[in-house]
Structures are given as C-alpha cells and as structure tokens.
C-alpha cells in the first residue's frame, strides 16, 4: 500500500501517515500537526549506515538520552479520517509483529552502542496497541523494560481508544505492573452527529466513562480532541471544549482537523456526501475558540496543539523543543530522529518482518542532514514551542539566530507572525494559529537562501 516517497514535515518518533504527503507547501495554511522536518526523504540509505557510530551532529552532551516511540499498527477498525499505517487487528498478525519487534531491537543493537544512551520517554502508540491481547501487551513492554535503561524515563505512554473491551481490569493491572504512568486517548468530539461522521465506534457517554475510569485509576491522561470537522461552527467548537474540561484531564491535544487524501472522510467530502471544513478565517476563529476556552480553565497552550494542566507532555517537548532530542522510532511506520539521521521503517509489516529477518534494519528512506539542514530543523521544529530562545539556539546550534535570520525575523514582523523580545523571537496569536506558515519561513533549502515558495507569498504580501 506504500510508496517509499513518503512524508510529512519530518521530526521523530511519530506513526507515519500510511500516504506519501506532497511536500512541503501541501500542509501549509490547513495547519496540519508538524511533525517532521525535512520533508525530503528521497535518499535511500544503506540502511545500517543510519546506525554507524560517531553519525550524530547533536553534541555528545546532548544525546546521553534519547526518546523511544513503539508503533503497534493496529486498530479493531480504522476511521474514516485517519492518515496513519494502521491495518486491521488479529491476533496473528500481533504475533508476528512481535517477533519483528524483537528482531528489530536486535539488529540496530548490534550495529549502535546503546550503553550510553539512557531514555528519557517512551510512547507506545500508533495505532491502538490496547486492542492486542494482555499477554502480547504484556510481552511488548517487557522486551522494552529488557532492553534498553528505562530506569530514568520521565514519562511512559501508552496510546487507547475509547472502548472498555480494551480496558480490561487485567489491561489495567499490567499497564501498572510495568510502570506506565501515563495513557493517551482518541476521544475526537463529544456530539454524536461528528463521532458518527469520524466513524469512532463509541459514544460520548463511553468515551466520558473510560476518561472517569482511568483518572480513577490514578493515570496522568491526555485526551486527543479534532476540531475545524466537516461542516463544523466555531459554537460547536465550544459544545466540545465544555464537554471535556473540569474532569481533571491532565493534557489535551487538539488538532484541526486535515482531509487527507485517501481517506474515506475525505473521498466523502470530495463528493459532496459530507459537508466540508471551515476555511482559513473561521479556523482562526476556532483556534482562539480553543485557546482561550482552555486557558481559562488553566490549561497551558505550549503548541499550537498541545495544552497541560499541570505538566507540558515532556516527549512533545523533547521532540520540537530545542535543543531537540533524538527519537528512536522502532515498528512498521516508525520515524525517527536519530544518529544524525532522519528515516522512516517500512510501513508495510511484511516488508518490515522480511527486512528484520534477514538481519537488515527495516529503514524504508531517510537522509542524513547536513549541517544547514540540522540548524533549519531546529527553527522550523523549535518555533512549534511559539518562541526561539536566540541563547539557547546558538548553544543547540552554534550559529546566532538573529543574524542566520535576519531577513526572515524582519518578513515574519512585517506580516504580524512573530516579534523578538528580549533575545527571543515570540509567535503572536497569528503566528500561534498558522505556526507552519512561520515555520514555513525558516524552511528554506539546503542551500539557506532559496526561500520556500510560501515564504516568498509572504514576501509579496509584506511588499
Ligand atoms: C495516532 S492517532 C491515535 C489515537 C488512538 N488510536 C485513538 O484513535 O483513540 C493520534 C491522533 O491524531 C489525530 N488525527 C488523526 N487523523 C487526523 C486528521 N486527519 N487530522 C487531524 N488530526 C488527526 C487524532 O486526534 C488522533 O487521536
Ligand atoms: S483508532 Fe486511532 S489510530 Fe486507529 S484508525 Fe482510528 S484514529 Fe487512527
């Protein structure tokens, strides 16, 4: 099902959608969740190069911890709206991925001294990894306890859906039993009329039931929210954020909502069977609806998706935050950040099994950054946090921000995106709302002077 030209603004340790994305210039202005940068993985590695010691750009300091993100591909059903290499669930097929899994761990140890490197978060998403059985469940967090130095890991999370068939008292017990802290959940919207759009296969009554449940049960929660769905209005936006605040949900993310291609949302919405999403002014409208919604009830907003009660989630942090850390992404679809590398596993878990088999890394396309790539990734990444700290910047990268960007800094004050204050370059509630077009500014080439084609929008604009 997969072309190997994939992706997204590439970061590390995410699922990767299961379609290639165009480019670029494809995410801006719908404010899809950046994740990774850059987007261009048409070199193709040998694959146990990524793994080769003394690869890494980031500073020995600096890579004493790294990030590890499991992709469990599966899901009982898949939604109508949701990009990621998610297949079908059964019970064999989690078998065999599990050896895949383990197989996998083997081979890049062998070919990467991990002694060194302790983690500092573990997320086992994807994907649903809930919906496999408590003994594959049980044995996937064991091989990871096994194998790498877990013991200073800040936070460990594991992704759910809404279904208490997946939540067993027994599931609950062994999340425990292993240690995880945490739990992260697709809850989408509480009005029935979108759950039936979205095709969740739960109700808001169940999805409100598993959040009072696992706070209950002592876990620190996030709960994923969409919004800027078909057809909806920024009232509707409030109806959702009424419904899901006061019940000391820890962290929330709230993504608008992308059509992406191939979908069957999107196919519907193409032809007209579902009614289509806001466009860029009634989005602006929704993003301050959430913002403001939330901070009112003491949420943080720290990306423009991400808001924390107490705690900002510190894998988020770690991966966009600068200096950015490394992300070990391990599964079919994993992404990683890693060794100087940035590359993705094959999507295709056949692929993936046969490659870890026959004792390959099951790498499906990355790049190494050069030098200009590693500091353009850190503005474009770092300014999701809505400021550049021009100190810690030069530390992360050596270079002075004021002075890289000059030209940029001056275009994103022009058009009203970004101010520097105080030695640091700070987002305003615009540049907050369309934090890609301000990424999309510092995204220039490897070369660094040919600006993005949406930069030199703004730059006409600004003109
Ligand atoms: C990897 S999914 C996992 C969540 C979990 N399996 C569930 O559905 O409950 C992470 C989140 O990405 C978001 N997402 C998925 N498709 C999206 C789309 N087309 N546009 C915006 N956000 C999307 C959803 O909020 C989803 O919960
Ligand atoms: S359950 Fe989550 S990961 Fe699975 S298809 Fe739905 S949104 Fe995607």
């Given at each position: 099902m ?9 970061d590390g340790g ?9 480019d ?26 990524v793994f ?5 750009p ?15 591909p ?6 109508g709206f ?14 065999r991925y ?8 083997r081979?890049i ?8 490197l302790?983690?500092g978060?573990?997320w ?17 967090l ?7 130095d ?10 759910i859906?809404p ?29 029935a009329?979108?759950?039936?759009i ?12 598993v ?8 876990f620190?929660?996030?709960i ?24 000391g ?29 806001a466009?860029?002014a ?10 403001d ?10 990306t423009?998706?991400h808001?924390g009660?107490?705690d ?21 679809g994993?992404?990683s950040?890693?060794n ?7 999507h ?6 046969a490659?870890v ?8 396309t990355?790049k ?29 990268t050596?270079?002075?921000f ?11 004050a022009s ?49």
């Amino acid at each position: 099902m997969q072309e190997p030209i994939p992706l997204e603004i590439a970061d590390g340790g995410e699922s990767a959608p299961a379609e290639p994305m165009e480019d670029l210039q494809s995410l801006l202005g719908v404010e899809e969740c950046v994740r990774y940068y850059p987007p261009d993985l048409r070199h193709v590695p040998e694959s146990p190069v990524v793994f080769a010691a003394g690869s890494s750009p980031v500073p020995a300091p600096l890579r004493r911890e790294i990030d590890i993100f499991v992709d469990v591909p599966f899901c009982k059903t898949i939604c109508g709206f949701c990009p990621f290499n998610v297949y079908p669930y059964n019970p064999t097929i989690a078998a065999r991925y599990l050896e895949g899994l383990k197989r996998e761990i083997r081979v890049i140890k062998e070919l990467h001294d991990f002694s060194s490197l302790r983690v500092g978060t573990v997320w086992v998403g994807g994907g649903t990894p809930t919906v496999m059985e408590e003994e594959f469940l049980d044995e996937l967090l064991t091989v990871l306890r096994a194998e790498f130095d877990l013991g200073h890991a800040h936070e460990f999370t594991v992704e759910i859906k809404p279904a208490l068939e997946n939540l067993t008292d027994a599931k609950i017990e062994l999340l425990r039993r292993h240690d995880i802290r945490r739990i992260s959940m697709g809850v989408q919207s509480t009005q029935a009329h979108q759950l039936k759009i979205l095709g969740r296969g739960h109700t808001r009554e169940e999805a409100l039931d598993v959040i009072a449940l696992i706070k209950g049960e002592g876990f620190a929660l996030n709960i994923d929210m969409m919004y800027r769905l078909p057809g909806q209005r920024v009232d509707e936006v409030r109806l959702d954020i009424d419904d899901v605040v006061g019940r000391g949900i820890d962290h929330m993310s709230w993504f608008p909502y992308v059509p992406h291609e191939g979908t069957s949302l999107a196919r519907r919405i193409d032809k007209g069977r579902v009614d289509a999403q806001a466009g860029r002014a009634d989005y602006r409208s929704m993003f301050e609806a959430v913002s403001d919604g939330l901070g009112a009830e003491g949420y943080e907003q720290y990306t423009p998706y991400h808001f924390g009660l107490t705690d900002r989630c510190h894998y988020h942090v770690g991966r966009w935050g600068l200096p950015q850390r490394e992300t070990l992404g391990l599964g079919p679809g994993a992404f990683s950040f890693f060794n100087g590398w940035i590359y993705t596993n094959q999507h295709d878990p056949e692929k993936y099994h046969a490659d870890v088999v026959a004792g390959r890394p099951p790498v499906l396309t990355g790049k190494r950054l050069d030098r200009a790539e590693s500091v353009t990734r850190f503005a474009v990444l770092g300014v999701k946090l809505f400021e550049i700290d021009f100190a810690t910047f030069r530390t992360a990268t050596g270079e002075d921000f004021a002075s890289y960007y000059a030209e940029e800094i001056e275009l994103l004050a022009s058009v009203g995106l970004a101010e520097v204050h105080d030695e640091r370059l700070v987002c305003t509630m615009d540049g907050r709302a369309f934090n890609n077009d301000v990424a999309s500014v510092f995204a220039t080439d490897t070369a660094r002077r040919t600006h993005h084609p949406q930069a030199l929008d703004y730059m006409r604009a600004g003109t």
